[in-house]
């Protein structure tokens, strides 16, 4: 006995899930995508070859195992250029990933008010440290209970900081409270100008593995940020 189901909908069912096209380079136009009957033609070397039909500009591109890609789509008529379209592609992308990998990052090193010796100089070797490898640092002071009370206290911890590392990064601002927190960002001087006060002349400085050096100390709680992000190219 044959049983009948409801209509679906189709694509247009409640939850149905649509994948999003996250590749910025699909928007460009090429081949037998340009749809427009003329484009300004531009050779693989760079030359305007001026006005003519879209149908023919493809054979010209597909003769030389090239691609026709449209560059200017908002021109009347678009430009497009007879290119490798793949290998454009990688260049970009390798652009792109090498704007990634020196991306500067910013270090963030944390104090109490309470804050002992011993620990107050591991923290400052820290910051020395990721100074000395072109890194931006957050120095960071918490306060705990009543110790809002006072926030003099810890206005001084943060002043003691940044003059202690005055001879390798320079303070943005002076320190401010938010909630709270003091914060202060440090910026590393060009490198001739640098001159280390905790690591002296010779020494190896240590790697630059972000935070966990300092996770025996108590009260420690470094971390790091990526700044910076690389904007994918939008056209040709």
């Given at each position: 006995?044959?049983?009948?189901?409801?209509?679906?909908?189709?694509?247009?069912?409640?939850g149905?899930?649509?994948?999003?096209?996250?590749?910025?380079?699909?928007?460009?136009?090429?081949?037998?995508?340009?749809?427009?009957?003329?484009?300004?033609?531009?050779?693989?070397?760079?030359?305007?070859?001026?006005?003519?039909?879209?149908?023919?500009a493809?054979?010209?591109?597909?003769?030389?195992?090239?691609?026709?890609?449209?560059?200017?789509p908002?021109?009347?008529?678009?430009?497009c250029?007879i290119?490798?379209?793949?290998?454009?592609?990688?260049?970009?992308?390798?652009?792109?990933?090498?704007?990634?990998?020196t991306?500067?990052?910013?270090?963030?090193?944390?104090?109490?008010?309470?804050?002992?010796?011993?620990?107050?100089?591991?923290?400052?070797?820290?910051?020395?440290?990721?100074?000395?490898?072109?890194?931006?640092v957050?120095?960071?002071?918490k306060?705990?209970?009543?110790?809002?009370?006072?926030?003099?206290?810890?206005?001084?911890?943060?002043?003691?900081?940044?003059?202690?590392?005055?001879?390798?990064?320079h303070?943005?601002?002076?320190?401010?409270l938010?909630?709270?927190?003091?914060?202060?960002?440090?910026t590393?001087?060009?490198?001739?100008?640098?001159?280390?006060?905790?690591h002296?002349?010779?020494?190896a400085?240590?790697e630059?593995?972000?935070?966990?050096?300092?996770?025996?100390?108590?009260?420690?709680?470094?971390?790091?940020?990526?700044?910076?992000?690389?904007?994918?190219?939008?056209?040709?």
């Amino acid at each position: 006995m044959a049983t009948s189901f409801p209509s679906t909908g189709g694509g247009n069912r409640s939850g149905s899930y649509q994948r999003r096209n996250v590749d910025p380079f699909a928007a460009i136009r090429r081949n037998h995508r340009i749809k427009v009957p003329q484009v300004r033609l531009i050779s693989p070397e760079g030359r305007q070859l001026g006005v003519i039909d879209t149908a023919r500009a493809i054979t010209l591109a597909l003769e030389v195992g090239l691609d026709l890609v449209e560059v200017a789509p908002n021109a009347t008529p678009p430009v497009c250029r007879i290119m490798d379209f793949g290998k454009y592609v990688y260049e970009e992308q390798k652009k792109t990933s090498h704007v990634k990998s020196t991306a500067s990052k910013i270090k963030e090193i944390e104090f109490t008010a309470r804050i002992a010796d011993g620990d107050f100089f591991t923290k400052l070797r820290h910051a020395e440290n990721f100074l000395a490898h072109g890194n931006k640092v957050k120095l960071r002071l918490k306060f705990r209970g009543r110790e809002m009370a006072h926030t003099e206290i810890g206005f001084d911890v943060m002043k003691r900081g940044v003059a202690e590392l005055i001879g390798m990064g320079h303070p943005d601002a002076p320190p401010k409270l938010i909630g709270r927190n003091i914060h202060v960002m440090l910026t590393p001087l060009p490198v001739n100008k640098r001159k280390p006060k905790w690591h002296k002349e010779g020494d190896a400085l240590l790697e630059d593995d972000g935070p966990e050096a300092e996770s025996n100390h108590e009260d420690d709680d470094d971390h790091e940020t990526t700044v910076a992000s690389s904007t994918p190219p939008t056209g040709v």
